[in-house]
């Protein structure tokens, strides 16, 4: 084990971090799942779920492990091919996919019996599409024109497919791009009307569905099907008037429910395994698990865990600061900050700072696809941060062989000097020899 975790390359903190929120992610989720256990007439037995969360970090640690030992420039070719491949599985997602709480998020993997998340992956491709754009135009003039074909065209599609059964996932990636975009230098006024874009294409579509919906009320298209939904999340979230109980969602009652548990849980917490809201929320183990760590661990974990992930949001900053290529600083831009930021509005959620989105928390909640992308991306960051040490043990060694060379160069001059004056000492013992052999008597005079 010391010999594995020994031969790890790449930034240490990084692997740390994670290593951390995954370990610890074990403890909530076994807690949580009771909920799950019970459901349909189950047993109650929590094990089966810790068993399958195991299996999910495992072969998520197997996936990071395999990731970073590619070299991270070769991810600019792959972006391109992938793409088409992405926006083939969202739109069979779109269309055919599993449907669970009202969302048509997942497709179901043949002969393996798992749920994938398909924006899960069209989130990264695409992201790395945007950081292979932003680099190649770091030495060329961008027109917004050709950016727009080049760039927002593939960016608009991939969202546009995205969009009618994850909004709060196609608003992440359209936030995420145009962060990157800004660091990339890509102009603010071109910014500025993509987003005025964005914002009237998402109009038309909320215009649309509504015109749909009052002129088919009963058969309105499964495309259209989530906008009833962001708008009662959007009335629950700033609606904060007391309610009957037959005016409270689904969404309200989890809100209250998660409130309940980070209020029981105080400053040090009821303590691992003893929480009770665990018992009432319905997303315990996935969507809400921050209140449950906070109900079980207190302020002390849900500090805890709030540090974790700013920390590794700032082994995030170094590695972006230390790459020594403009593609490199935006993987890990665009690929890391989305995991900080998707923690953040987790937390949010479940302190109603925000409304409910379904953002898992990266690395501690349930969930296979969640957990295998997260490490994905952060396979490729640390792919990036282990080529940048093997580019500073280059230059150590360089400057060790120049050294050694250096030493070498240093003797030999000295040898060379040393041998110069001993030619010299001996040329004047033999001169005085000879003069002496000469003149005896001034030999004997010398004497």
């Not at 610890?24 to 019970?38: E, I, K």
């Not at 109650?44 to 195991?54: D, F, I, M, Q, R």
């Not at 999340?233 to 309940?260: C, L, M, N, V």
């Not at 030493?407 to 033999?430: P, S, V, Y």
Request: glycine share 8%; charged share 15%.
């Amino acid at each position: 084990m010391f010999k594995l975790i020994n031969s790890l390359k790449g930034d240490k903190g990084i692997w740390s971090f994670v290593a951390l929120l995954a370990l610890f992610s074990f403890m909530p989720v076994f807690s949580a799942s009771s909920n799950l256990a019970y459901m349909n007439h189950g047993s109650g037995n929590t094990l089966g779920y810790l068993l399958k969360h195991a299996i999910h970090i495992l072969f998520g640690f197997f996936i990071l492990y395999n990731i970073q030992k590619v070299p991270y420039h070769y991810f600019r070719g792959i972006s391109r091919i992938l793409l088409p491949f992405v926006w083939a599985l969202l739109a069979y997602t779109l269309f055919f996919g599993v449907e669970q709480g009202s969302a048509t998020r997942w497709i179901q993997v043949p002969f393996v019996g798992i749920s994938f998340q398909t924006s899960a992956l069209a989130f990264i491709v695409l992201m790395i599409f945007v950081a292979r754009y932003l680099s190649k135009m770091q030495t060329a003039e961008i027109t917004f024109k050709s950016s727009l074909i080049d760039l927002w065209l593939p960016v608009g599609f991939t969202l546009a497919l995205i969009l009618p059964n994850n909004f709060s996932t196609a608003a992440l990636i359209f936030a995420m791009v145009l962060m990157l975009t800004f660091i990339g230098n890509y102009p603010i006024k071109y910014i500025a009307s993509i987003i005025g874009i964005g914002v009237a294409m998402f109009a038309l579509f909320i215009i649309v569905a509504k015109v749909v919906e009052k002129t088919n009320p009963d058969h309105t298209p499964k495309i259209f099907g989530r906008v009833k939904t962001w708008e009662n999340r959007f009335d629950s979230f700033f609606d904060k008037k007391d309610k009957s109980q037959s005016e409270i969602s689904d969404d309200d009652y989890q809100i209250e429910k998660a409130k309940t548990a980070i209020a029981s849980g105080g400053f040090y917490g009821l303590g691992p395994g003893k929480s009770v809201q665990k018992n009432f929320l319905p997303q315990s183990s996935s969507d809400f698990i921050f209140a449950i760590i906070v109900e079980e661990y207190g302020l002390v974990g849900g500090l805890g865990v709030l540090t974790l992930y700013l920390l590794l949001f700032f082994r995030f900053i170094v590695a972006a600061h230390k790459a020594n290529s403009p593609f490199g600083k935006f993987l890990v831009v665009g690929l890391g900050f989305p995991i900080i930021f998707q923690a953040l509005i987790n937390m949010g959620v479940a302190v109603q700072l925000l409304p409910v989105t379904g953002q898992t928390l990266p690395l501690v909640s349930s969930g296979g696809s969640s957990i295998w992308m997260t490490c994905i991306a952060i396979g490729i960051i640390i792919s990036v941060t282990k080529k940048e040490e093997e580019i500073a043990e280059e230059l150590e060694e360089k400057e060790r062989r120049n050294e050694a060379l250096q030493k070498m160069i240093d003797k030999h001059l000295q040898d060379e000097e040393e041998e110069t004056e001993n030619e010299a000492a001996f040329g004047e013992n033999e001169n005085y020899s000879i003069t002496d052999s000469a003149n005896p008597m001034k030999a004997v005079m010398n004497k």
